[in-house]
């Protein structure tokens, strides 16, 4: 909301000013980009999916998997950019989109799974269907779109080429995130439990943990033998070294934060004294602040 009256207001500047040569359409036509990588023949990835720019965010990143049925889309980004999100799918491939696989519950990871019909099979990690019923995107009319194929530890899609395997490993970011393995491509899709080389965002009023968090990750480490590519749920492609490294960033935050805890420090004194990111190069620490607190809550509830 802050953002948003800021835009205004800088806007609205501009238009004052009127030396710049950026117009208003031209504006409403930079947020149109969702940019497209293709990764294989079949397996494209929808992004712009930084936070941070309200002008380019369209919300997570989107897997686009073309099967010999149709299209799988793994996450639908946010409402608002479902024209665009359509025409960059259409601009892939002319198949219909018949199956949705979302990471989690989160609105930029869920925003147009209304977009594609009612017989598109829409699924998801049980809590995370529980989590997506509470939201008003899903009250009233649009609960048709409730995942109807849910799953709680695996589930396997599909066979051969196409297979796509489904994982839960336990709360982190929230209780009901999914990992999904494309096992023909060596492509991992992990949603917002690796959202980005900065601290989780720990959202628990969705169930998630910052105590379970490295656990949750370093079963997942253990569980996949054969990536390539890992895509995470707000950056660029990485590798699967960067998943392995995000696991230890995540153990060495709790325990920094436990360790201030004992000394008696509060959060606040906490998330000052901690730095992770001579150790974790290419480290931000924007969401420091605030997992250090999710943290501290869910151990102070105990
Ligand atoms: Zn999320």
Do not use: C
Request: aromatic fraction near 8%; avoid cysteine.
């Amino acid at each position: 909301m802050i953002r948003a009256m800021k835009r205004t207001f800088v806007l609205g500047t501009l238009l004052v000013v009127g030396a710049l040569s950026i117009t208003a359409a031209q504006q409403a036509q930079t947020k149109q980009v969702i940019d497209v990588q293709k990764v294989s023949d079949n397996y494209y990835v929808l992004t712009s999916s930084t936070p941070g720019n309200d002008a380019t965010f369209s919300g997570g990143n989107v897997g686009v998997f073309i099967t010999g049925n149709g299209v799988v889309l793994v996450d639908t980004k946010l409402a608002g950019w479902g024209q665009t999100f359509l025409d960059r799918v259409k601009s892939i491939t002319t198949k219909p989109v018949t199956m949705i696989i979302n990471t989690h519950t989160h609105a930029d990871h869920t925003g147009n799974d209304d977009k594609f019909g009612t017989s598109v099979e829409i699924v998801a990690q049980e809590n995370t269907k529980a989590n997506m019923a509470k939201m008003d995107a899903f009250k009233g009319d649009k609960a048709v779109f409730l995942p109807k194929k849910t799953f709680k530890d695996t589930m396997t899609i599909g066979g051969g080429k196409e297979q796509i395997n489904l994982y839960y490993f336990g709360a982190g970011h929230t209780n009901g995130d999914a990992m999904i393995y494309f096992p023909a491509l060596r492509v991992l899709q992990t949603g917002d439990l690796f959202a980005r080389k900065d601290a989780p965002r720990i959202d628990r009023a969705n169930g998630g943990s910052g105590v379970a968090y490295p656990q949750t990750l370093s079963k997942a480490v253990a569980t996949f033998k054969n990536v390539d590519t890992v895509v995470p749920g707000h950056s660029p492609l990485m590798k699967w070294s960067d998943l392995q490294e995000y696991q230890r960033y995540t153990a060495d935050l709790l325990n920094e934060v436990q360790t201030a805890r004992r000394a008696g420090k509060n959060a606040d004194a906490a998330a000052a004294s901690i730095n992770l990111t001579d150790k974790y190069k290419g480290y931000t620490s924007e969401g420091l602040k605030l997992a250090v607190q999710a943290i501290y809550d869910e151990l102070n509830a105990r």
